[in-house]
């Protein structure tokens, strides 16, 4: 026994030596400890698991234990790593400037960022992993409409984007870009989904904000040609009457009807230059607009 002892690792020995005695103490016939021990072929310690059966004497004490050690280290080891990949993984999403969810084939969430746990809990009093929630009983209520095709349509394979246009609790829009990303196995089976939401809503402002200054550009053009076509026609009319006019003036020998002739002469005359002037103007407001240097 003190050969034994020896081989297990100095930090579990108090520990593998107390599990042993609470087992011997034990009224169930079932023995289970565990420990590292030295492997005479290694430097290393290796993981170990003893699964034994004890026998009882007449007086309720055990007096014998048969059963079996077995190397687990590579199990053990694999324990650890995958946990620490799951740390990692969990830090990765927390970091993240998305929402992050993983569900399964039912929709059951299986991992989250903190971002999103704590909205859970706030608006339904749950924490979703824990209970092992249903992504659309703890989602809000305008993502449900479309949340069953896009998650059916990746659990099909596909990877699906989507846009969604919400109001928050606090009463302002918000833009999400959702993404459903179907997880493989080994075997090439589906066996969850990632769903991520991006906040887009700046990116979704300025679109807005775009669109809108094209189409102000457009009707601004619009009217600028509208103006410039009636200014074309301001000029054209009297600039008409002028030529015709003069033409008048110089086939009339009456005085009296030459009088007339000059009088609308300088009428056409008086609206042609009233044209040029307020032409001169708009060229002239162009021309500071376009040296103005406008801040919001």
């Known amino acids: ?23 011997l103490k034990d009224k169930n016939p079932y023995y289970f400890n565990f420990y590292r021990l030295h492997h005479h072929n290694d430097k290393e310690y290796r993981h170990y698991e003893v699964y034994g059966f004890k026998t009882f004497d007449d007086e309720g004490k055990a007096f014998r234990l048969i059963g079996n050690l077995i190397d687990v280290d590579e199990k053990t080891r694999n324990e650890k790593l995958v946990k620490e990949s799951k740390k990692h993984l969990q830090a990765m999403i927390n970091n993240s400037f998305a929402y992050i969810l993983l569900l399964d084939t039912q929709g059951r969430i ?15 009093g749950v924490n979703p992993i824990d209970s092992k929630s249903l992504f659309i009983d703890v989602m809000p209520l305008n993502f449900k409409n479309t949340f069953a095709h896009e998650f059916n349509e990746a659990l099909k394979g596909k990877h699906v984007k989507k846009e969604i246009e919400r109001v928050t609790n606090e009463g302002y829009t918000q833009w999400l870009e959702a993404k459903y990303t179907p997880i493989y196995n080994e075997e090439n089976t589906i066996i969850s989904v990632l769903v991520s939401f991006h906040d887009i809503t700046e990116t979704k402002k300025a679109e807005l904000a775009v669109k809108e200054a094209h189409i102000k550009e457009q009707e601004l053009g619009k009217l600028k040609t509208n103006i410039l076509s009636n200014f074309s026609h301001e000029i054209r009319t009297p600039l008409n009457g002028i030529l015709t006019i003069t033409k008048l003036l110089i086939e009339e020998e009456n005085e009296k009807e030459r009088k007339k002739l000059l009088k609308l002469l300088k009428e056409s005359e008086d609206r042609l230059l009233y044209t040029l002037d307020n032409l001169s103007n708009f060229s002239e407001l162009e021309a500071i607009k376009s040296n103005l240097n406008l801040k919001k």
């Open 110 to 124: 299986l991992m989250a960022d903190n971002l999103s746990i704590r909205i859970i809990k706030k608006n339904y």
């Open 1 to 23: 026994e003190e050969d034994f002892r020896k081989l297990i690792h100095p930090k579990d020995v108090d520990q593998a030596l107390k599990r042993h005695s609470d087992n």
